[in-house]
């Protein structure tokens, strides 16, 4: 009897020898000190990769490193307009070449002034193919950066209408600390000249900034703040609801209500620039690659009810794959809307008037009850649909594979960043990009030439053209515009911006 | 002692299973570099990026490297997070052990005397309450008891923290509800190896020669039906150990089974090798120790393996 106890108790004391519950610090809650002391605890989805602004591409990062550097262009939240930020002022000396002023009173958080020689360091890392920056391929149209004084001149290989647009997203980093500590130390330990400095970083926990107060642009209100990563939705909204959180991300319109019904919380939202889209497959052997087809499903999907009923109205309607914030969106284009009779006709036009069969590929990382409502919609018109669902990074494979086998059509959500046509239209829908599954040489002509030039004029006139190719031979339709939607205590006070931005420094409290 | 070494023997090819079918198997379902770049790359760029990670280079190849690297005991870089593997298993595995030895503690001190009591009391209302709980700890998936839990106990009662690790408090959540499969299935095997033992001649004898039901419970059944339980604990344990993914999430608790819910949705190769293989080794080793804690509680065991 004794040994059979003492081989469970001999299993206890190994369990209890190795136990030691971590104690941390436990964060600001929202009683107590004065709201000006108070650390903000913002949930986010995922933890960030690293700090180093280089290696990453993902809003998580964003939201948290972007508070601890600079960049060197920023957006007029409201207009979306390129404006100033590190660089005060800029001028374009040729299509090729342009000319940025560094302002000369910004210092980074170890007190050494950030110059011209820091913003070329900065480009000039990510295109440096050993450091492996995911960013590589978006700053490689730029074949040399120098400083001389506090001008950074900057030449491209072609001219580049959208070399600004990709300036807005570039962070600035401290080249003497950097190449003094390496890239490691770095990103353990990061320093920038943002509104916020870096504390500390509990992996799998949280990281923890505190307000910069000889900020260039004015200390922040905010005088600390939390990143949480909370995974699961309902645990992030039930931080909000037990206090834990004062601002959570990643939250879809079926939580609206329940964070509305609380006195004390609020929601933010505003439309982005990301576009919910259908991509048909017409390289493949499949019925999408006939045109009258597509424009049938263009016809059967009924936009108005996706909005009202499974978005709860935060998306707005689009008459093309781009949203009305992206630079080329042609106000002109009347795109389709709901019309089942003539969705049939036209499909028994294409020789389907007993209906078909269609395989649509999505991925979890996109909404499946925009993809489930589509299946009814479409079941109505006699197409069935069969969906294909597979995780992110094998729908990945499988979309992206040069052989094209992926079915007829596809769901997704879109965003470039970069509130341009040319980071929408071009990959989704140019011949021989990666996602493309449409080739027309006329439409390549077209979006290849509006990325060969500066002159929005120009451009305007391009993508114009290219966009009714689109609207004719459908390749794809635009769904809606996504909204951004955010949930947060009342005591915040914010605007969110469409670019997703988030700024810990325009936030405020608000009593 | 020729027993032990055989069975470490047996271990390490075990392992080596693992660390080749996790190899192939993870470069079948999917490619970390599209994950990785900007999505509208074009496919130099991705080329570029996947030499850069070594992942142009035949299979073959990067499976003798591997194995090469697990041999000297470095589990490589992290794609994703720019790091050691070793560093940032090191980072999770002190929340997961915590969590674990929590979950294993309740499941001890709960599953054992429930099902004691359901398989002494068999027909009684003690059965009749003591089955419902462990049927509703079966039955109930861990997202639905944790959101459950968080609901109630966070948002309206506001007694423990919804998610995040403010010391011991924030404990408690998680621990019942990866607890709360454990318990059943360790109840569960309680019972019925109890029930097992209770029609057996001994307690018979044991019982007309007026012993009480305490005293045979601990002096004879529980000794009679260890065998069972401790296997059965020993593998709840290596679970726990392992990481619990779903838990971890809910409560965002930063331990192992996040590590790996995060690695597998980048494809970060290295880290999902190396968790797995933590995740087997523990499993090994936890199987040899109850193998070797059986010969302790019952010689004949032992006497038996070495005959043979």
Aim: one cysteine or more.
């Amino acid at each position: 009897m004794r040994k059979s106890l003492l081989a469970i108790g001999f299993i206890l004391i190994l369990v209890l020898a190795g136990c030691s519950v971590a104690k941390q610090d436990s964060e600001a809650s929202n009683d107590g000190t004065s709201t000006k002391d108070r650390t903000l605890v913002v949930d986010l989805t995922n933890e960030p990769a690293n700090m180093d602004p280089g290696l990453n591409y993902n809003f998580d990062s964003f939201a948290v490193y972007r508070n601890i550097f600079d960049n060197l262009l920023s957006r007029d939240p409201a207009s979306g307009e390129i404006k100033p930020w590190i660089a005060e002022s800029w001028e374009q000396e040729s299509e090729t070449v342009w000319n940025f002023t560094i302002r000369e009173d910004v210092t980074f958080t170890n007190g050494e002034a950030l110059s011209a020689e820091d913003v070329v360091y900065s480009i000039e890392r990510i295109l440096d193919p050993t450091y492996k920056s995911p960013q590589a391929a978006n700053f490689n149209i730029i074949s040399s950066a120098e400083a001389d004084g506090n001008i950074v001149k900057i030449t491209t290989e072609q001219p580049s209408p959208t070399l600004l647009t990709t300036l807005v997203n570039l962070s600035i980093v401290p080249k003497d600390y950097v190449t003094e500590v390496g890239n490691d130390a770095f990103n353990a330990s990061p320093i920038g000249s943002g509104a916020y400095k870096f504390d500390s970083w509990s992996k799998g926990t949280s990281i923890k900034l505190s307000a910069n107060a000889d900020y260039w642009n004015g200390a922040p209100d905010i005088a600390a703040v939390e990143f949480r990563f909370v995974a699961n939705t309902a645990s992030r909204v039930a931080d909000l609801q037990s206090g834990k959180a004062h601002i959570i991300t990643g939250i879809t319109a079926d939580d609206v209500p329940t964070i509305e019904d609380d006195a004390k919380l609020q929601v933010f939202s505003t439309p982005t620039e990301r576009i919910g889209f259908i991509a048909f497959n017409m390289i493949d052997d499949t019925p999408t690659k006939d045109p009258l087809v597509n424009k049938a499903i263009a016809y059967a999907i009924n936009y108005d009810s996706l909005i009202d009923n499974l978005l709860n109205g935060y998306g707005t309607p689009v008459t093309q794959v781009l949203t009305p914030l992206s630079f080329g969106y042609d106000r002109s284009l009347l795109g389709y809307s709901y019309d089942p009779e003539k969705a049939k006709e036209l499909l028994a036009e294409a020789g389907y008037a007993d209906g078909v069969t269609l395989e649509l590929a999505t991925s979890q990382n996109f909404d499946q009850r925009v993809v489930q409502a589509i299946q009814g919609d479409l079941a109505k018109v006699g197409i069935t649909v069969k969906i294909n669902l597979n995780d992110h990074p094998t729908f990945l494979q499988k979309v992206q594979d040069p052989e094209r086998k992926w079915g007829s059509l596809r769901y997704g959500i879109w965003s470039c960043s970069c509130m341009d046509a040319d980071g929408t239209i071009f990959p989704l829908f140019r011949t021989g990009t990666i996602w493309s599954a449409y080739t027309n040489p006329e439409y390549d002509a077209l979006v290849d030439a509006a990325r060969a030039t500066t002159d929005p004029v120009k451009r305007l006139s391009l993508y114009s053209d290219a966009l009714k190719i689109l609207e004719d031979e459908v390749p794809g339709i635009g769904l809606y515009q996504v909204h951004a939607l955010y949930g947060a205590v009342k005591e915040l006070a914010w605007q969110p911006d469409a670019q997703e931005n988030f700024f810990i420094r325009d936030m405020s409290w608000a009593n | 002692m020729l027993y032990v070494v055989q069975r470490i023997a047996q271990a390490l090819i075990s392992l080596l299973g693992v660390a080749t079918l996790i190899f192939f198997i993870l470069r079948l379902t999917g490619d970390p570099v599209l994950l990785m770049v900007p999505q509208d790359s074009t496919a130099e760029e991705i080329a570029v990026m996947r030499e850069a990670l070594g992942l142009d280079q035949p299979l073959g190849l990067q499976y003798v490297e591997y194995l090469g690297q697990i041999f000297t005991g470095d589990l490589g870089r992290s794609y994703i997070q720019n790091a050691p593997v070793s560093d940032l298993i090191m980072d999770r595995l002190p929340y997961t052990i915590d969590l674990a030895m929590a979950a294993f503690i309740l499941t001890v001190l709960i599953g054992i005397p429930i099902g004691m009591l359901a398989a002494l009391y068999k027909g009684t209302w003690v059965e009749r309450v003591c089955m419902p709980i462990i049927l509703i700890g079966q039955s109930m998936p861990a997202f639905w008891t944790g959101i459950l839990l968080i609901m109630l106990v966070s948002v309206q009662l506001k007694w423990l923290p919804s998610s995040g690790v403010d010391g011991l408090e924030s404990l408690i959540l998680p621990a019942i509800t990866l607890a709360s499969l454990s318990i059943a299935t360790v109840a569960r095997m309680t019972r019925s190896s109890i029930l097992e033992q209770l029609g057996q001649d001994y307690v018979r004898t044991a019982r007309s020669k007026g012993a009480s039901t305490m005293r045979i419970l601990f002096r004879h059944l529980l000794r009679n039906s260890s065998i069972p339980i401790i296997t059965v604990l020993g593998l709840e344990f290596a679970n726990l150990l392992g990481g619990s993914v779903i838990t971890e999430t809910i409560f965002a608790w930063p331990g192992l089974g996040q590590l790996t819910i995060q690695s597998i949705s980048a494809r970060d190769f290295p880290v999902i090798q190396a968790v797995v293989l933590l995740g087997a080794s523990f499993y090994i080793i936890v199987n040899l120790l109850t193998d070797l804690i059986y010969g302790w509680v019952d010689p004949r065991i032992k006497l038996r393996r070495d005959a043979s």
